[in-house]
């Protein structure tokens, strides 16, 4: 059974760091592109960072730019995503996705973690 796991979600006030995880596990993902999603109340869901598997030239969002780091142990299947300077607009449920061709949509998504920036 292939699942994503994210962890490292929680309240935090503005100005602060929080570094989220997702563990993937039940298939291989060797090639697979791995990103962030981030859907708040009322908004649609938008990709904040993606990172192929290389590692080379990640995709950030222009809100996200200068302020969020994604990172990935290929060893441990794990995807990152340090978040520095939080700002209240960044509250969120953020999910981690996997992506195996860049022309098809992303295969495998987590279940999500809160994230809450409290100004």
């Known amino acids: 059974q292939v699942q994503l796991v994210e962890s490292g979600g929680g309240s935090v006030q503005a100005g602060g760091s929080l570094i989220l995880s997702c563990a993937a596990s039940?298939?291989?993902?060797?090639?697979?592109?791995m990103a962030w999603f981030r859907q708040a109340p009322g908004k649609e869901r938008e990709c904040v960072a993606r990172i192929t598997w290389s590692g080379g030239n990640p995709y950030y969002a222009d809100s996200v730019k200068g302020r969020f780091t994604i990172s990935r142990d290929n060893a441990k299947n794990t995807v990152y995503l340090q978040m520095n300077s939080l700002k209240p607009e960044d509250t969120a449920v953020y999910y981690c996705?996997?992506?195996?061709?860049?022309?098809?949509?992303?295969?495998?998504w987590g279940q999500g973690t809160q994230v809450t920036v409290s100004s």
């Open positions: 996705a996997a992506q195996n061709s860049v022309i098809s949509n992303y295969d495998y």
């Open positions: 039940g298939r291989t993902f060797r090639g697979y592109a």
